[in-house]
């Protein structure tokens, strides 16, 4: 069983920063795919960034491509959101989700999920 556990959300105005972490335990090895979502109230769940473990292409979304970056410490299994420049339309419940086949930006493609983490951005 693979447990993952978002951290990091926040209330931060416009043009701001917040980093999220995803702590990962469990039977970790057996997972391929990484990925960020986020769900905002009345709005389905987009995928916002991921990656395959094999190798190190990154995706992101075009709504946030050049504002955030994806990142992993295998030594603390842990995936990071680094996310700048933040925008209102930002705002959601960002989620960690991980599944044992390819990188891909559709929720429905993800075994896994954390309990979610709420980022703001308001003035």
């Known amino acids: 069983q693979v447990q993952l556990v978002e951290s990091g959300g926040g209330l931060v105005q416009p043009g701001g920063s917040l980093r999220l972490s995803c702590v990962m335990s469990?039977?970790?090895?057996?997972?391929?795919?990484i990925g960020w979502f986020r769900q905002a109230p009345g709005k389905e769940r987009e995928g916002v960034s991921c990656f395959s473990v094999s190798d190190t292409n990154t995706y992101y979304s075009d709504s946030v491509k050049g504002r955030f970056t994806i990142s992993r410490d295998n030594a603390k299994n842990t995936v990071y959101l680094q996310m700048g420049g933040l925008k209102p339309e930002d705002t959601g419940l960002y989620y960690c989700?991980?599944?044992?086949?390819?990188?891909?930006?559709?929720?429905?493609?993800?075994?896994?999920w954390g309990q979610g983490t709420q980022v703001t951005v308001s003035s």
């Open positions: 469990g039977f970790t090895s057996n997972l391929y795919a």
């Open positions: 989700a991980a599944q044992d086949g390819g990188a891909s930006m559709k929720a429905e493609n993800y075994e896994y």
